[in-house]
């Protein structure tokens, strides 16, 4: 088969001057705009004699029939957030399509069947909820938790998707999908600089990051700024300094990410010593133990903080979710792959969550290719990937895929 990555540059100047503006990429999950991005995907499948179903969950199947029903999909999504990028999904599934045209190509029929799906609602968007696509079809998703999600504009879940042929209640149905999948693999871009400062354009990733995210709430006393003394004040502003800063410490000492990405005051004034604060607090780590470590220790020292500055504090769990590693044999053929393309063999973990870790979850054997992201910008217009690196992603892509079939 002869593969043929300007294609996939092609497809993806196309699919951005359909469904994008001077703003960027705009296809929004369960919008008009994702829809015609799901009829011209379609379309270009079966250009090439790919069939295209769309499941309960909105998810797209394009599908080039082997002798056995033995399957390798290859994914991504093509929605985006607003005002998104180029390449943030899009990518996975033309490079996707690419492999299944240049198959069919050859004229000869596969002996496993290849598939590539394009997921909705990965960005999660509409509902504040990322993974919908995916999550659905490895049977992820607390349903009773789903159904209470509003969108954008107030509807409920079952109201939109359901004008795009999907349905809650019949989400179950879909894992029909993966069924006979013996590996998913998904190229998709970094949306970070680790590549560029390595000075390569490839890497194999072997996991996604768990996450713990939890709430400090702290409580101190409304004091005039310039009339109480600095002994025996009860700052929760203070309180909530220390430990943005602990956080981030605690992430370089121990690895892993850790941020405060939110803060709220109150009063906010500027004359009054914070009476209360709030700050959202979340670590990331490839490793179980790490990330559940760091949790205690950071939890820990908010407790003995709070203690020093006087205030009371409540910690409240919001989110959590365990690393994943990929499939160990699907990683060490993108690690050679990757080792042939660009005389280096480069092994990181994902930071964000993909569509890949909700596939792993259900048991298939899986596995990511990163290729390099200009300045780790991402979810922007500014989203750029150097056309020379997208080819050899595509190739490497192509050559794992072969390799599996
Ligand atoms: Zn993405």
Not at 149 to 158: D, F
Not at 291 to 310: D, S, Y
Request: proline share 3%; net charge negative; with cysteine.
């Amino acid at each position: 088969m002869t593969i043929n990555p300007d294609r996939v540059l092609r497809d993806l100047e196309e699919l951005a001057q359909l469904t994008g503006n001077g703003g960027g990429a705009q296809r929004l999950c369960w919008t008009p705009t994702w829809e015609n991005a799901r009829i011209w995907l379609r379309d270009k499948a079966g250009q090439v004699g790919m069939q295209s179903d769309n499941d309960e969950a909105g998810n797209q199947w394009l599908t080039l029939t082997g002798e056995s029903e033995e399957a390798i999909v290859v994914g991504s999504h093509l929605d985006s957030v607003s005002d998104g990028g180029k390449y943030d999904g899009a990518l996975g599934v033309l490079a996707g399509l690419e492999i299944g045209r240049a198959l069919a190509e050859t004229g000869k029929r596969q002996s496993k069947t290849f598939r590539v799906v394009s997921f909705a609602d990965e960005e999660g968007v509409q509902f504040g909820r990322s993974l919908i696509g995916s999550g659905a079809v490895a049977n992820t998703l607390r349903l009773e938790d789903i159904r209470k999600l509003r969108s954008l504009k107030g509807e409920s879940v079952e109201e939109l998707i359901n004008a795009y042929g999907a349905s809650i209640e019949k989400f179950e149905r879909t894992g029909r999908w993966l069924k006979n999948a013996r590996a998913y693999v998904e190229l998709h871009i970094e949306q970070g600089p680790v590549l560029e400062r390595l000075g390569k354009p490839l890497a194999a990733v072997s996991g996604t990051y768990g996450a713990d995210r939890y709430q400090a709430t702290f409580s101190g006393r409304l004091d005039h700024i310039a009339a109480s003394p600095m002994i025996g004040r009860k700052d929760a502003l203070v309180a909530a300094a220390r430990v943005i800063t602990l956080v981030r410490d605690t992430a370089l000492r121990l690895g892993g990410v850790g941020s405060v990405g939110r803060c709220e005051v109150t009063p906010n004034f500027t004359t009054t010593v914070a009476e209360g604060s709030s700050i959202i607090i979340e670590h990331g780590h490839d490793d179980l133990e790490v990330l559940q470590r760091t949790g205690r220790i950071v939890r820990n020292a908010i407790r003995q903080i709070a203690a020093e500055e006087g205030v009371d504090v409540r910690l409240d769990d919001l989110w959590s979710t365990p690393p994943v590693r990929f499939d160990p044999h699907l990683v060490s053929i993108f690690e050679e792959v990757v080792g042939n393309e660009q005389g280096k063999s480069i092994t990181i973990p994902s930071g964000p969550l993909h569509d890949a870790a909700e596939v792993a979850a259900a048991g298939i054997p899986t596995a990511m290719l990163f290729v390099r992201s200009r300045d780790g910008i991402s979810h922007s217009p500014a989203e750029f990937t150097d056309d020379d690196d997208i080819r050899q992603a595509v190739v490497a892509l192509n050559s794992v895929v072969e390799r599996l079939l």
